[in-house]
């Protein structure tokens, strides 16, 4: 695994009321979120990055308001037959 060192202002974990580790894995979970919002990864890949499993990512995915279906409504339309 890969080890990555950022600096971040002091006061940042207590933005969010979290120690250092927890504010990591904050940060490891939202950027994954945000990256399979925008399908630059699959689900699979964001659980990996985030370091949660498949059902704990869809949690996640449920927290951040983020529906876990990547297909646009003409896209599901299409698909139906229907376009």
């Known amino acids: ?3 990555v060192s950022i600096e971040l202002p002091v006061d940042a974990c207590s933005a969010l009321r979290l120690d250092p580790e927890a504010f990591v ?3 490891r979970v939202a950027a994954a979120v945000k990256w399979y919002e925008r399908q630059q990864v699959s689900q699979a890949k964001a659980a ?6 498949r059902a704990e990512f869809l949690d996640a ?3 951040y308001g983020v529906t876990p279906f990547q297909y646009t409504a003409a896209e ?3 698909e139906a037959g229907h376009g």
């Open 25 to 27: 894995q904050e940060m």
């Open 61 to 63: 995915l449920g927290r």
């Open 76 to 78: 599901i339309v299409a």
């Open 48 to 53: 990996e990055i985030a370091g949660l499993s």
């Open 1 to 3: 695994m890969a080890s």
